[in-house]
């Protein structure tokens, strides 16, 4: 065992190595920034996604690189996620009472809906609506990866849902913070927003660190509470298709242990059982861990996969994806978040 687990750890080295490096530019690049302009506009966050998609897509990576590459964008953004549970308060979400907790469920319930009826409208068979609704709608990849078994969805389908949705991922990253002036957002708002339309956890945490720590903190929790909606959907899903041979899903698709980690930590720090001295380290670590991420998510990203897409799957993602912004932002001025 230990053995196996030496060899693992062995061959993650060369693409650990490699998100390290483009880790280190990035940094060295914010920094560069703020020495030539005074600040920096471009984080190491968004330019560790930009450095390693450029590489992914521009370079032909060996082989080698991959299970360090696979880690890197699948362990450490899980670790970075439990170890911000310690710096985040339950009360920043507690502040805005469970009408928000029951909107952000209505959110996911009802652009599923309208994003499969997007998906069939176009063509797109059943299964594939199915997938691209549920990643569109809860957490992206691993929506698709958790509801793909459960329905019985073709490796071809899930191949080409997941291509288009990891890219749109990284774009939405990029665009999102231009969006606060146009729609006049609040920190808060923002934070808000960026929980109910970004598809992944860590780059729900890329979308907010330019703006500020309040918006980091409310957009994850945010963001947490939509993906615990994956539970659920899961299960109506597979109640749903029990006849058409769907499989039981298990409870670590439901719900991944990361966020029990995280939401375990966040309770400890609510109640103060966590001690000052060790909130700011976990937070150092959550971001280095954070960008690591980024670096990986970046090296995984083939932007030439948009194109093997599809034009017709490429069309539904989008549209959900403004469905979702509109229903989101609809959700926001409704709750009077302010």
């Known amino acids: 065992m230990i053995r196996q687990k030496l060899y693992v750890l062995r061959a993650a080295l060369p693409g650990l ?65 439990l170890l911000l549970g310690a710096t985040v308060s339950a009360s920043s979400l507690l502040e805005n009472g469970a009408e928000l907790i029951v909107g952000i469920a209505a959110v996911v319930a009802i652009v599923i809906m309208l994003s499969f009826i997007i998906g069939r409208s176009f063509g797109l068979p059943r299964k594939m609506a199915i997938l691209i609704a549920c990643g569109n709608s809860i957490c992206g990849n691993s929506a698709i990866a958790a509801v793909a078994p459960v329905i019985d969805a073709d490796g071809e389908d899930v191949a080409a849902a997941i291509a288009f949705t990891a890219v749109l991922g990284v774009v939405v990253v990029l665009v999102l913070p231009l969006l606060i002036s146009v729609l006049s957002f609040s920190p808060l708002q923002f934070g808000v927003f960026a929980g109910l339309t970004v598809y992944a956890v860590p780059q729900v945490l890329a979308a907010t660190g330019a703006v500020s720590l309040g918006s980091v903190h409310i957009g994850t929790l945010v963001k947490l509470v939509r993906v615990l909606m994956l539970g659920p959907v899961v299960l109506v899903l597979s109640v749903l298709g029990r006849n058409g041979g769907a499989r039981r899903p298990s409870l670590s698709h439901m719900v991944p242990w990361f966020i029990v980690g995280f939401l375990l930590l966040m309770s400890l720090r609510s109640l103060r059982l966590i001690p000052e001295a060790a909130i700011a380290p976990a937070h150092v670590a959550a971001n280095f861990f954070t960008i690591m991420s980024m670096a990986a998510l970046g090296l995984g990203v083939d932007a030439r996969s948009v194109m093997r897409a599809g034009g017709r799957v490429a069309a539904v993602v989008i549209l959900s994806l403004l469905v979702l912004a509109a229903v989101s932002f609809a959700l926001i001025k409704l709750l009077g978040i302010g």
């Open 17 to 81: 190595a490699l998100c390290t490096l483009v880790t280190a530019c990035a940094y060295a690049l914010e920094g560069l920034e703020s020495a030539v302009f005074g600040r920096a506009w471009l984080e190491s966050l968004v330019l560790a996604i930009l450095l390693g998609t450029g590489i992914r897509t521009f370079y032909r990576l060996d082989a080698r690189f991959e299970p360090g590459i696979q880690v890197g964008a699948k362990l450490l953004l899980e670790i970075a996620v």
